[in-house]
């Protein structure tokens, strides 16, 4: 069986493999409606919406403490498991995607994990 027998490619959008992703590295993917931030959090790979809950600013450039990650606009922090805004000046969560590993090559939600059975 190959990976495009078992990903729904417009589901699934690949990131890069998982041997370039190395501990606090992160990609931006290019999802259908918005990009998508993927991290390397202490080994653990996760993915939210490149977009703070706060002005809408990308959070590309967030300050990554375990999976909590800091905007750099205005500092507001979010869990990087559950999108979770944890402090001022945002008060929405953000969206997750879930990320699936095929191989050696990492994938990742084309929606939001409360988007996908929408
Ligand atoms: S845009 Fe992220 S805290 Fe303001």
Redesign the pocket.
């Known amino acids: 069986m190959t990976d495009t027998d078992t990903l729904n490619t417009t589901d699934w959008l690949p990131v890069c493999p998982q041997r370039e992703l190395g501990p606090d590295e992160r990609r931006i993917v290019s999802g259908p409606d918005c990009d998508i931030l993927v991290i390397n959090a202490d080994g653990v790979i996760l993915a939210v919406t490149n977009e703070?809950s706060?002005?809408?600013?990308p959070?590309s450039e967030a300050r990554l403490d375990g999976d909590v990650i800091a905007?750099p606009?205005?500092?507001?922090e979010f869990c990087l498991r559950t999108g979770e805004a944890l402090s001022a000046?945002?008060y929405e969560p953000i969206g997750c995607h879930d990320i699936r590993i095929e191989g050696d090559q990492i994938y990742v939600s084309a929606q939001p994990r409360d988007e996908q059975h929408s």
Do not use: G, M, S
């Not at 606009?73 to 507001?76: I, M, Y």
């Open positions: 703070c706060h002005q809408a600013l959070l905007c606009w205005h500092n507001a000046p945002a």
